[in-house]
């Protein structure tokens, strides 16, 4: 059964930082990873979609990178933003017709 | 362009009553998934739809009934609710393999 991990739940960073947020999953044969972000009440909106068989997406300041023999996929946010502040949540798909496997997401708080 | 609408976004049910939460996607997309999140749980798959009128179970299944009659709905059931099952509940939808999913805003349901 594939578990999602994502490391820390909880963050909090002065602006500017660039920091990673981490997620890792158990089982390495994955469809795809997928990062979403979520604010407080409302839905989860698609950051970046990682296929397999790539090493990495970036969308902005945003970079997601992938690597399928450690289990581990990493969100890079540059130049942080308090706009940034949300949960971040990862998930995982195992193969092209099974359901998102998610994480418990990190949340990221970017202090002014 | 709509995406994918949840229909209602607040309820409060009494305990033993029933309901209905409705699902509408207008990308013609052929997968349709319900999950709950519930803080420190994450999100969890309820049950999900491969395509009309097709059903299947994800991994906290009791207590709910799903229909897929149309390809643009897909319906969740609770015939007698339960304190248990106060969540917040996200539909998403997704074309088939390599695809990324989209998340509705997401119904809060309250069972006293």
């Known amino acids: 059964k594939q578990e999602v991990t994502q490391i820390p739940a909880a963050l909090s960073v002065p602006e500017g930082e660039n920091l990673v947020l981490n997620c890792s999953f158990t089982?390495?044969?994955?469809?795809?990873l997928q990062w979403f972000r979520q604010d407080p009440g409302k839905g989860l909106t698609s950051l970046l979609l990682?296929?397999?068989?790539?090493r990495e997406q970036t969308s902005g300041r945003l970079n997601a990178s992938l690597d399928k023999s450690s289990g581990r996929s990493t969100l890079y946010i540059a130049a942080s933003q308090p706009g940034d502040s949300a949960t971040y949540l990862c998930?995982?798909?195992?193969?092209?017709?099974?359901?998102?496997?998610f994480g418990k997401g990190t949340r990221l708080s970017v202090i002014a | 362009n709509a995406g994918v609408t949840q229909t209602p976004k607040f309820r409060v049910l009494k305990t033993g009553q029933s309901m209905t939460l409705l699902c509408a996607q207008d990308?013609?997309?052929?997968?349709m998934y319900w999950y709950r999140q519930d803080p420190g749980m994450g999100l969890r798959l309820i049950h999900y739809s491969v395509g009309e009128g097709t059903t299947a179970k994800g991994e906290v299944p009791d207590g709910y009934n799903v229909s897929r009659l149309k390809k643009q709905n897909f319906l969740l059931g609770l015939e007698s609710a339960a304190p248990s099952q106060t969540s917040v509940y996200f539909c998403?939808?997704?074309?088939?393999?390599?695809?990324?999913?989209?998340f509705g805003q997401g119904t809060r349901l309250t069972v006293v």
């Open positions: 998930a995982v798909k195992n193969s092209g017709n099974t359901p998102l496997v």
């Open positions: 998403a939808s997704s074309y088939v393999g390599i695809a990324e999913a989209f």
């Open positions: 990682i296929q397999s068989s790539q």
């Open positions: 990308m013609n997309h052929e997968y």
């Open positions: 089982d390495s044969a994955i469809y795809n």
